[in-house]
């Protein structure tokens, strides 16, 4: 009976054929499964075989599509993001139907595998909290447009260059050339520091001289190194001040605005060129340093308390005796 259940669905017709592969004796009607394989292969099997090349034909078409749409959009500059979503989306999109049509084309009840799929998407929904989550939160990342691919970021205490955003992740390029993927959920509700936003950064920087050193000819000299640096935007205000007086050095703070691009340049140049400059004009540069006092007295007072105690004793026993 098992395998007269597995072989009859080669019936494909009821109406038509309705005998069976398999007799209550067991025997099995070679002549009729050759009729209905036969059958099922110039109908159904043709059917098929047409959806396959079909939906083939199709899947080309839409990534020729997908991709001249994408094309068309990067040469007329438009968003690295947005370009990315729209491909995604074109390309993942159409396939779906045409999946969908291919089955209903070759018989199969889509309206039964709709159900099915939403049953299994409640199941798998409840299993997949955080992949929702991260799929909205790329939903989010692309309304709100925080950040944008090519900008650096400082986010869930990483740091790079956005590679790309996808739906449920972001891809940083991190400064030695590593990926790494950021759920768009926690992206999205975190705090995020885009660098990129504003053409223009400010550079602080702290200096330290000694408190024997001559502040004030110390100001001079990293002013003149400031002065010196083609990449620092005289047009806004230079900051030279006393910030503090630390532990072992006074400490002073600069202040400049470079361009965003230049920042890390100019940061370099900056560190080299102060440390190079206070050097030549005798500045001392202070570190963490102990020095150790000792008192030479201290080792006659020992010898002298030594000396009293001797004589105390001595005069102790004298007076027993």
Not at 2 to 29: A, M, R, Y
Not at 45 to 62: C, D, E, H, Q, Y
Not at 197 to 214: C, E, F, G, M, N
Request: charged fraction near 20%.
């Amino acid at each position: 009976m098992f395998l007269n259940k597995l072989l009859n669905p080669f019936v494909l017709d009821s109406q038509t054929s309705t005998e069976k592969f398999i007799d209550e004796s067991g025997q099995l009607h070679w002549n009729v499964l050759r009729d209905n394989l036969l059958h099922w292969i110039t109908t159904t099997g043709v059917r098929i075989v047409i959806g396959l090349i079909i939906l083939f034909v199709m899947i080309k078409v839409t990534n020729r599509f997908a991709k001249s749409v994408k094309n068309r959009m990067t040469k007329r500059g438009c968003d690295k993001t947005f370009t990315s979503v729209t491909f995604q989306v074109l390309s993942i999109g159409f396939k779906i139907v045409w999946v969908l049509l291919f089955l209903g084309f070759i018989g199969v009840e889509t309206a039964s595998i709709g159900s099915i799929v939403a049953s299994i998407g409640v199941a798998v929904g409840l299993a997949v909290q955080g992949s929702l989550a991260n799929f909205a939160g790329g939903i989010v990342i692309l309304v709100t447009r925080p950040f944008k691919v090519g900008d650096y970021i400082q986010a869930q205490g990483q740091e790079g260059t956005v590679e790309d955003i996808r739906a449920f992740y972001t891809h940083l390029n991190t400064v030695d050339n590593k990926v790494v993927l950021l759920p768009n959920g926690s992206l999205s509700s975190g705090v995020i520091v885009n660098v990129n936003t504003k053409p223009v950064r400010r550079l602080d920087q702290t200096w330290s001289i000694a408190y024997t050193a001559d502040y004030n000819k110390a100001v001079k000299v990293i002013t003149e190194v400031i002065n010196k640096c083609d990449l620092v935007l005289k047009d806004r205000d230079i900051f030279v001040r006393m910030n503090a007086h630390a532990d072992s050095a006074i400490e002073i703070r600069t202040k400049i605005w470079v361009k965003t691009s230049d920042y890390w340049t100019t940061n370099f140049y900056m560190l080299e060129q102060v440390y190079a400059a206070l050097n030549k004009a005798g500045i001392e540069i202070p570190y963490n340093k102990m020095d150790l006092y000792i008192k030479e007295n201290h080792v006659e007072t020992e010898e002298v308390k030594h000396e009293v105690t001797k004589k105390v004793i001595n005069s102790d026993q004298e007076a027993k005796l």
